[in-house]
């Protein structure tokens, strides 16, 4: 099972100049065959259907942490996404149906589900407008077959972060993929630490790919500077306690000692609150109605 915290893993800037076509390039991230929703899904997978867990219980542990990890970063592409896509159809603050306050978005290069289907939101979907497919999990049951195929996840998902990072001058899109940029790095090392314990093949030599310089991102120095990139984070304060077992040694590119550490969600930032998008009555027709009717609600239940 799994607590939520209303927290991101990390800040992302506030709504600036909106970026439809920017936000459905960043939608890859979420549900392309290399995003995150393949990583999450994958570990998460792996590790529902882990066997002999008492056995092999420091590489379930890692697996288990990972996802936990990996729905912290869908969280944080779906609010890339929908802070690219705030106050992109407000020509006036107040339009009128009649004045068809979303045409102009009909015709440019964008995703329409992220208005037609949803209220200026993120899609379950790539960047081509294609829905996320369970087709993107694999999860053979082979320890060593799995945790092969986690590594060259986290190559491909570091190439697209890396493409994005390219393609995207908004600032959320920029914060996102130099965060993701190093954290994806952590996962491909864990994954080869696990299987050069396991097997003695040492993945980051045999392939070291992708080779980013993440020294150079600017997005990427804060992160660098804090040690992200060394840090594997323990999601739970009583379980999963045997990462160190397979976590440890020199991180392959910097020769930094990789660290486990325990997660404190009180240090992450708190989520931010986007506001109400009116032309797509998101998140309803009247948003003053939902607001007075919750504060009778807070008041009955005396919060
Ligand atoms: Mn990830």
Redesign the pocket.
């Known amino acids: 099972m799994i607590h939520r915290f209303d927290r991101w893993l990390t800040e992302l800037p506030p709504p600036s100049d909106p970026d439809p076509a920017g936000a459905a390039v960043v939608q890859e991230l979420f549900g392309g065959r290399f995003g995150?929703m393949s990583?999450f899904m994958n570990y998460t997978m792996q590790s529902f259907n882990f066997r002999n867990k008492a056995g092999a219980r420091p590489f379930y542990d890692l697996v288990a942490n990972i996802a936990a990890?990996?729905f912290g970063?869908i969280e944080l592409v779906a609010a890339t996404i929908n802070t690219m896509l705030t106050g992109v159809s407000s020509d006036a603050p107040e339009p009128e149906l009649t004045d068809s306050p979303l045409s102009a978005l009909k015709d440019s290069w964008k995703n329409p589900h992220h208005w037609v289907d949803g209220g200026a939101a993120t899609q379950v979907q790539d960047s081509r407008g294609m829905p996320w497919t369970g087709d993107n999990v694999t999860n053979s049951g082979d320890l060593v077959g799995d945790l092969t195929w986690n590594y060259f996840l986290e190559t491909g998902?570091r190439n697209g972060k890396l493409r994005v990072y390219e393609m995207c001058k908004h600032p959320a899109a920029r914060a996102l993929t130099g965060y993701?940029l190093v954290?994806?790095g952590v996962?491909q090392v864990a994954y080869a630490r696990a299987l050069e314990n396991l097997t003695g093949a040492d993945l980051s030599k045999m392939f070291p790919a992708p080779r980013i310089p993440t020294d150079k991102i600017p997005e990427c120095r804060p992160h660098l500077d804090a040690k992200e990139h060394t840090k594997l984070y323990r999601f739970s304060p009583s379980d999963y306690g045997e990462l160190a077992a397979v976590f440890n040694g020199r991180h392959p590119e910097t020769g930094d000692e990789l660290i486990v550490v325990d997660d404190d969600p009180q240090q992450r930032p708190p989520a931010q609150d986007l506001p109400s998008q009116t032309e797509v009555f998101a998140p309803s027709w009247a948003p003053g109605e939902i607001e007075e009717i919750a504060a009778n609600l807070r008041k009955k239940a005396g919060l």
């Open positions: 995150e990583t990890e990996e970063h998902a993701l954290r994806g996962h």
